[in-house]
Nanobody, 111 residues
Framework: QVQLVESGGGLVQAGGSLRLSCAAS????????MGWYRQAPGKQRELVAG???????NYADSVKGRFIISRDNAKRMVYLQMNSLKPEDTAVYYC?????WGQGTLVTVSS
């Protein structure tokens, strides 16, 4: 059974940092591209950052220079380091690979 479990969300002030984690099971993790998406209230889900099996990364323009995606294949984990957070980063953040989604973790950034 494929499962993705996110953690690390919470409430933070603008300018602060959070690190999200996603634990994967039931897949050959090292072969899978992974992504972080987010969905703000009333908005569509959008890609925040992606990382290929080889470690290449891509970012939404809105988070470039502030967020860093990384992976640890030995631990079957993917991370999203979020710095210089803004109120507009408030959303539920989801871990994804292919058609599999985690349950999401809420990030709230106060002004």
């Amino acid at each position: 059974q494929v499962q993705l479990v996110e953690s690390g969300g919470g409430l933070v002030q603008a300018g602060g940092s959070l690190r999200l984690s996603c634990a994967a099971s039931g897949i050959i993790f090292r072969l899978k591209p992974m992504g972080w998406y987010r969905q703000a209230p009333g908005k569509q889900r959008e890609l925040v950052a992606g990382i290929t099996s080889g470690g290449s990364t891509n970012y939404a323009d809105s988070v470039k220079g502030r967020f860093i995606i990384s992976r640890d294949n030995a631990k079957r984990m993917v991370y999203l380091q979020m710095n210089s957070l803004k109120p507009e980063d408030t959303a539920v953040y989801y871990c994804n690979t292919g058609v599999v989604w985690g349950q999401g973790t809420l990030v709230t950034v106060s002004s």
